[in-house]
């Protein structure tokens, strides 16, 4: 997608020091946290001293936010929402994002900023707009290392297992994105959300390029990037639209950012802010509240609504070995939310589930399907889902909250079902975007040649050699089996 706008020149007045640190009116101060030994599974990595201490000049700047005190439950857990300290920025290497980076505190203001050319970058999953393009859309999302995480032996069959995944799921998928119109919405949404963006930024008196780059699909992240180059940027904002950072979605992202900018010259030397999260921010918190307050008078007795959180899963794995923190922020996102209904004179219970897993290993429970049958079984009348985790309507909205997971709890003796719509181009979330984009310019810093944690060395040839054997012998199974061979001869026919 071409950017929204010709380059423009940014006001002095938004890049002055009043924002080189946070203000507190634009977040909430609360934090929930896990009553538990160890809520917070930052730095499950295993760098060395020496490792940490290298990151120190290589940085990318991320945005944070300050916590408060209360209590509540989230799916039977209890948390305490306590206090924090400001973290300091300058010297503190973050690791629970599964992606090392380092914190660099903002430097005086520059007088040459305001003849910088400014951008901001969003970032989404992408979706196929037609049936023939699910397929391959599918090939793209297996084919990530981030989403299908093999042993590094077998990490060759990481492009054909995408292959014969794409290929066996995509006569199912293409049923779900016919029964929603023959595609997906989630580009013409995110072009939507970039010129809402772009207005409320101009409101303020700042005049910025808006750019769309989708991980899966076009307009790809990697176009994005070619013509924030051509337009001659000098400053970037990235801004992905998952309100939760996961390894599978924002660090994903990430990575695909940090390999294009390292091999470009220019590209290397320009200051970029990423916001990896938004699930703190006063903003996206009301916004949410709003959705849910507004949903409510639906149902004959309000009162008796259970909210009903549905987040997409990550597979376990990512949590307890990866390091991955979106289990946390989610947890924490939605004590928030609750947090923000209680102060409205909204008590009603609430509880989360996890939606949209794949494959035989084990996801983050509970599972949206099995809890609609549990809560039908326990006498739950009213239920309004929440889609906790997308800030734009798609074929996990339309097609498995509105579709699939209705019909279940209807049949599951749920009588009275509503859904919470996704935040799309929500005035307030909006105007929130605006704001965290003006609060995270100034902490531009350039991203330099990034070295990730250190790839696993196996020490034993022989070991290593004997993977690589049955991994063949396992690869030639796969893909000469007769249904395998059959998946590929209708996908050719």
């Keep these: ?36 030994s160890s809520i917070s599974r930052c730095c499950h990595s295993s760098k060395s001293k020496e490792d940490v201490e290298n990151l120190s000049t290589k940085a990318i700047i991320v945005s944070s936010s300050d916590s408060f005190d209360k209590r509540t439950s989230i799916s039977g857990r209890s948390y305490l929402c306590g206090p924090h300290q400001k973290k300091k920025t300058l010297g503190q290497t973050f690791c629970s994002t599964g992606l090392c980076t380092y914190g660099v505190a903002a430097t005086g203001s520059d007088p040459q900023v305001a003849e910088e050319k400014v951008g901001v970058l969003l970032l989404n999953l992408g979706g196929p707009e037609t049936l023939n393009d699910v397929q391959p859309f599918l090939y793209n999302l ?11 032996p077998f990490q060759f069959l990481q492009r054909p297992l995408a292959q014969l995944i794409s ?50 699909w076009h307009p790809f992240t990697e176009d994005a990037v070619q013509k924030i180059k051509r337009d001659k940027i000098t400053r970037l904002v990235v801004l992905p639209l998952y309100p939760q950072y996961s390894i599978s979605t924002t660090g994903s992202s990430i990575s695909v950012l940090q390999r294009l900018f390292r091999e470009d010259a220019y590209l290397s030397t320009m200051p970029v802010s990423i ?25 004959l007795n309000p009162e008796e609504v259970m909210i009903f959180f549905s987040a997409h899963g990550v597979p376990v794995s990512y949590v307890e070995d990866a390091g991955d923190p979106y289990r946390d922020q989610m947890e924490e996102c939605i004590c928030l939310i609750m947090q923000e209904l209680k102060a409205r004179g909204i008590k009603n219970n609430h509880t989360l ?29 009213s239920l309004l889902a929440v889609p906790i985790s997308f800030v734009s309507e798609h074929i996990e909205t339309l097609e498995e909250i509105d579709m699939e997971y209705k019909e279940l709890a209807l049949e599951s003796g749920i009588e009275n079902w509503g859904r919470v719509p996704a935040l799309g181009c929500t005035p307030s979330f909006i105007t929130d975007l605006a704001d965290a984009v003006l609060e995270a310019l100034p902490s531009a810093t350039a991203i330099s040649t990034f070295q990730g944690a250190s790839k696993e060395v196996d020490c034993d040839p022989l070991g290593y050699l004997a993977k690589m054997f049955f ?22 026919l």
């Design 1 to 36: 997608m071409d950017a929204i706008s010709g380059s423009v020149v940014l006001p002095r007045v938004k890049l002055s020091g009043s924002h080189r640190h946070l203000s507190s009116s634009h977040h909430f101060s609360p934090s929930c946290l896990q009553a538990r």
């Design 142 to 152: 297996f084919a990530d290392p981030d989403i299908i995480r093999l042993p590094r």
């Design 167 to 216: 290929v066996l799921r995509a006569p199912k998928s293409k049923e779900g994105y016919a029964s929603i119109g023959g595609g997906s919405p989630l580009r013409r949404i995110t072009d939507e959300q970039a010129n809402a963006l772009k207005m409320a930024l101009e409101a303020k008196d700042t005049h910025l390029n808006v750019y769309v780059g989708m991980r899966y």
């Design 275 to 299: 916001i990896e999260s938004l699930y703190k921010r006063e903003g996206y918190i009301k916004s949410m509240a709003d959705l849910i307050e507004n949903e409510l008078p639906i149902f």
């Design 353 to 381: 589930a996890y939606q949209s897993r794949v494959g035989p290993v084990q996801w983050l429970k509970p599972y949206t399907d099995e809890v609609l049958v549990e809560l039908g079984q326990k006498g739950v009348k």
């Design 471 to 492: 991994g063949s012998i396992l690869a030639a199974v796969l893909f000469f089996s007769p249904k395998m061979i059959l998946a590929f001869r209708n996908h050719l």
